[in-house]
T-cell receptor, first 114, second 113 residues
Framework: QKEVEQDPGPLSVPEGAIVSLNCTYSNSAFQYFMWYRQYSRKGPELLMY????GNKEDGRFTAQVDKSSKYISLFIRDSQPSDSATYLCAMSLYSGGGADGLTFGKGTHLIIQP | IAGITQAPTSQILAAGRRMTLRCTQD?????MYWYRQDLGLGLRLIHY???????GKGEVPDGYSVSRANTDDFPLTLASAVPSQTSVYFC????????????FGSGTRLTVV
Protein backbone atom coordinates (compact mmCIF):
# COMPACT_ATOMS: atom_id res chain seq x y z
CA GLN A 1 0.00 0.00 0.00
CA LYS A 2 1.34 3.41 -1.01
CA GLU A 3 1.71 6.02 1.69
CA VAL A 4 -0.49 8.51 -0.14
CA GLU A 5 -3.26 7.53 -2.54
CA GLN A 6 -4.77 9.96 -5.01
CA ASP A 7 -7.07 9.24 -7.93
CA PRO A 8 -5.20 10.27 -11.09
CA GLY A 9 -8.34 11.16 -13.02
CA PRO A 10 -8.79 12.79 -15.40
CA LEU A 11 -11.69 14.52 -13.70
CA SER A 12 -13.76 16.57 -16.14
CA VAL A 13 -16.44 19.00 -14.92
CA PRO A 14 -18.35 21.92 -16.45
CA GLU A 15 -17.39 25.49 -15.67
CA GLY A 16 -19.02 26.76 -12.48
CA ALA A 17 -19.23 23.34 -10.85
CA ILE A 18 -17.92 22.53 -7.39
CA VAL A 19 -14.88 20.29 -7.61
CA SER A 20 -13.83 17.84 -4.91
CA LEU A 21 -10.31 16.40 -4.95
CA ASN A 22 -9.21 13.85 -2.37
CA CYS A 23 -6.26 11.96 -0.94
CA THR A 24 -6.00 9.18 1.59
CA TYR A 25 -2.90 8.31 3.51
CA SER A 26 -1.63 5.52 5.72
CA ASN A 27 0.87 7.22 8.04
CA SER A 28 -1.05 8.56 11.02
CA ALA A 29 1.98 10.64 12.05
CA PHE A 30 1.51 13.11 9.19
CA GLN A 31 0.58 16.50 10.62
CA TYR A 32 1.06 19.00 7.81
CA PHE A 33 -0.97 18.84 4.64
CA MET A 34 -0.61 20.77 1.42
CA TRP A 35 -2.18 21.05 -1.97
CA TYR A 36 -0.10 22.00 -5.00
CA ARG A 37 -1.31 22.99 -8.44
CA GLN A 38 0.77 22.11 -11.47
CA TYR A 39 0.11 23.45 -14.93
CA SER A 40 1.40 21.58 -17.95
CA ARG A 41 5.19 21.81 -18.32
CA LYS A 42 5.50 23.87 -15.14
CA GLY A 43 6.66 23.17 -11.61
CA PRO A 44 4.15 22.65 -8.79
CA GLU A 45 3.02 25.75 -6.90
CA LEU A 46 1.64 25.79 -3.37
CA LEU A 47 -2.10 26.34 -3.23
CA MET A 48 -3.16 25.53 0.31
CA TYR A 49 -1.50 24.58 3.57
CA UNK A 50 -3.16 23.16 6.69
CA UNK A 51 -1.99 21.81 10.00
CA UNK A 52 -3.70 18.86 11.69
CA UNK A 53 -7.46 18.43 11.33
CA GLY A 54 -9.92 21.08 10.28
CA ASN A 55 -10.82 23.37 7.41
CA LYS A 56 -9.04 26.27 5.77
CA GLU A 57 -10.57 28.58 3.23
CA ASP A 58 -8.87 30.86 0.71
CA GLY A 59 -11.13 32.48 -1.83
CA ARG A 60 -12.72 29.76 -3.96
CA PHE A 61 -10.57 27.05 -2.39
CA THR A 62 -11.23 25.09 0.80
CA ALA A 63 -8.87 22.50 2.23
CA GLN A 64 -10.22 19.94 4.65
CA VAL A 65 -8.30 17.47 6.80
CA ASP A 66 -9.80 14.54 8.69
CA LYS A 67 -6.98 12.88 10.56
CA SER A 68 -9.24 10.28 12.15
CA SER A 69 -10.08 8.98 8.67
CA LYS A 70 -6.67 9.80 7.18
CA TYR A 71 -8.41 11.72 4.45
CA ILE A 72 -7.84 15.17 2.99
CA SER A 73 -9.86 17.11 0.48
CA LEU A 74 -9.62 20.21 -1.67
CA PHE A 75 -12.83 21.89 -2.80
CA ILE A 76 -12.94 24.40 -5.62
CA ARG A 77 -16.08 26.51 -5.90
CA ASP A 78 -17.22 28.24 -9.08
CA SER A 79 -14.60 26.37 -11.07
CA GLN A 80 -12.99 28.18 -14.01
CA PRO A 81 -11.22 26.89 -17.12
CA SER A 82 -8.03 28.40 -15.65
CA ASP A 83 -8.34 25.86 -12.82
CA SER A 84 -7.56 23.10 -15.30
CA ALA A 85 -4.31 21.59 -14.02
CA THR A 86 -2.94 18.67 -12.08
CA TYR A 87 -3.52 18.92 -8.33
CA LEU A 88 -1.06 17.22 -6.01
CA CYS A 89 -1.61 16.56 -2.36
CA ALA A 90 1.46 16.49 -0.13
CA MET A 91 2.05 15.82 3.51
CA SER A 92 4.77 15.82 6.10
CA LEU A 93 5.60 14.88 9.64
CA TYR A 94 7.22 18.23 10.26
CA SER A 95 6.32 21.84 9.70
CA GLY A 96 9.00 22.52 7.14
CA GLY A 97 8.65 19.23 5.36
CA GLY A 98 11.38 17.75 7.47
CA ALA A 99 14.86 16.79 6.47
CA ASP A 100 13.67 14.42 3.78
CA GLY A 101 11.05 16.45 2.01
CA LEU A 102 7.37 16.00 1.40
CA THR A 103 5.42 12.87 0.52
CA PHE A 104 3.31 13.54 -2.55
CA GLY A 105 0.25 11.93 -4.04
CA LYS A 106 0.47 11.11 -7.73
CA GLY A 107 -1.78 13.99 -8.67
CA THR A 108 -5.29 14.36 -10.12
CA HIS A 109 -5.64 15.82 -13.60
CA LEU A 110 -8.58 18.25 -13.56
CA ILE A 111 -10.29 19.58 -16.67
CA ILE A 112 -12.83 22.40 -16.45
CA GLN A 113 -14.96 22.50 -19.58
CA PRO A 114 -16.01 26.01 -20.73
CA ILE B 1 16.80 35.53 -11.38
CA ALA B 2 13.60 35.20 -9.36
CA GLY B 3 12.98 32.00 -7.42
CA ILE B 4 14.57 28.85 -8.76
CA THR B 5 16.28 28.54 -12.12
CA GLN B 6 16.89 25.14 -13.65
CA ALA B 7 19.02 24.39 -16.68
CA PRO B 8 18.79 22.99 -19.22
CA THR B 9 15.05 23.12 -19.91
CA SER B 10 15.26 19.88 -21.84
CA GLN B 11 17.95 17.50 -23.00
CA ILE B 12 18.32 14.34 -25.04
CA LEU B 13 21.23 12.32 -23.71
CA ALA B 14 22.93 9.18 -24.97
CA ALA B 15 23.02 6.30 -22.51
CA GLY B 16 26.30 6.07 -20.65
CA ARG B 17 26.97 9.79 -20.82
CA ARG B 18 27.49 11.97 -17.78
CA MET B 19 25.20 14.93 -17.22
CA THR B 20 24.75 17.64 -14.60
CA LEU B 21 21.42 19.33 -14.09
CA ARG B 22 21.81 22.79 -12.67
CA CYS B 23 19.67 24.44 -10.02
CA THR B 24 20.15 27.95 -8.65
CA GLN B 25 17.98 29.86 -6.19
CA ASP B 26 18.15 33.47 -5.11
CA UNK B 27 15.94 33.26 -2.03
CA UNK B 28 18.71 32.25 0.43
CA UNK B 29 16.77 29.13 1.40
CA UNK B 30 18.83 26.62 3.31
CA UNK B 31 16.90 23.48 2.36
CA MET B 32 16.88 22.28 -1.25
CA TYR B 33 15.55 19.15 -2.93
CA TRP B 34 15.67 17.22 -6.17
CA TYR B 35 12.57 15.34 -7.30
CA ARG B 36 11.81 13.33 -10.39
CA GLN B 37 8.30 13.16 -11.78
CA ASP B 38 7.13 10.20 -13.82
CA LEU B 39 3.71 9.40 -15.25
CA GLY B 40 1.87 7.13 -12.86
CA LEU B 41 4.51 7.46 -10.15
CA GLY B 42 4.25 11.10 -9.17
CA LEU B 43 7.01 13.10 -7.54
CA ARG B 44 9.78 11.12 -5.87
CA LEU B 45 12.60 12.58 -3.83
CA ILE B 46 16.10 11.86 -5.15
CA HIS B 47 18.38 13.84 -2.84
CA TYR B 48 18.08 16.72 -0.43
CA UNK B 49 20.27 19.23 1.35
CA UNK B 50 19.33 20.95 4.60
CA UNK B 51 22.15 23.46 4.40
CA UNK B 52 25.31 24.18 2.45
CA UNK B 53 27.86 21.42 2.94
CA UNK B 54 25.33 18.69 3.80
CA UNK B 55 23.33 16.31 1.61
CA GLY B 56 21.09 13.30 2.13
CA LYS B 57 19.49 10.51 0.15
CA GLY B 58 15.83 10.44 -0.70
CA GLU B 59 13.59 7.69 -1.97
CA VAL B 60 15.33 7.04 -5.31
CA PRO B 61 19.01 8.10 -5.03
CA ASP B 62 20.69 5.34 -7.06
CA GLY B 63 22.52 6.62 -10.14
CA TYR B 64 22.45 10.22 -8.93
CA SER B 65 24.78 12.40 -6.89
CA VAL B 66 24.51 15.95 -5.56
CA SER B 67 26.73 18.57 -4.02
CA ARG B 68 26.04 21.73 -2.05
CA ALA B 69 29.08 23.94 -2.07
CA ASN B 70 27.06 27.09 -1.31
CA THR B 71 23.54 28.15 -0.41
CA ASP B 72 22.41 29.07 -3.90
CA ASP B 73 23.45 26.09 -6.04
CA PHE B 74 22.39 22.46 -5.87
CA PRO B 75 23.49 20.51 -8.97
CA LEU B 76 22.33 16.98 -9.69
CA THR B 77 24.72 14.68 -11.56
CA LEU B 78 23.95 11.52 -13.48
CA ALA B 79 27.31 9.73 -13.65
CA SER B 80 26.35 7.29 -16.41
CA ALA B 81 22.83 7.85 -17.71
CA VAL B 82 20.43 4.96 -18.32
CA PRO B 83 17.06 5.00 -20.12
CA SER B 84 15.18 4.54 -16.81
CA GLN B 85 16.41 7.99 -15.84
CA THR B 86 14.23 9.51 -18.52
CA SER B 87 12.01 11.82 -16.51
CA VAL B 88 11.18 15.39 -15.61
CA TYR B 89 13.44 16.65 -12.84
CA PHE B 90 12.37 19.37 -10.43
CA CYS B 91 14.53 21.29 -8.04
CA UNK B 92 12.82 22.81 -5.00
CA UNK B 93 13.65 24.84 -1.93
CA UNK B 94 11.84 25.84 1.23
CA UNK B 95 12.22 28.72 3.63
CA UNK B 96 13.50 28.14 7.14
CA UNK B 97 10.60 29.69 8.95
CA UNK B 98 7.03 30.82 8.43
CA UNK B 99 5.82 29.99 4.95
CA UNK B 100 5.96 26.24 4.63
CA UNK B 101 5.50 26.10 0.90
CA UNK B 102 8.17 24.66 -1.26
CA UNK B 103 9.23 26.72 -4.29
CA PHE B 104 9.77 24.61 -7.37
CA GLY B 105 11.72 25.32 -10.51
CA SER B 106 10.17 24.82 -13.94
CA GLY B 107 11.88 21.48 -14.41
CA THR B 108 14.34 19.78 -16.74
CA ARG B 109 12.87 17.30 -19.19
CA LEU B 110 15.51 14.61 -19.73
CA THR B 111 15.36 11.83 -22.30
CA VAL B 112 18.02 9.12 -22.20
CA VAL B 113 18.30 7.13 -25.42
Amino acid sequence: QKEVEQDPGPLSVPEGAIVSLNCTYSNSAFQYFMWYRQYSRKGPELLMYTYSSGNKEDGRFTAQVDKSSKYISLFIRDSQPSDSATYLCAMSLYSGGGADGLTFGKGTHLIIQP
Amino acid sequence: IAGITQAPTSQILAAGRRMTLRCTQDMRHNAMYWYRQDLGLGLRLIHYSNTAGTTGKGEVPDGYSVSRANTDDFPLTLASAVPSQTSVYFCASRPDLGNYGYTFGSGTRLTVV
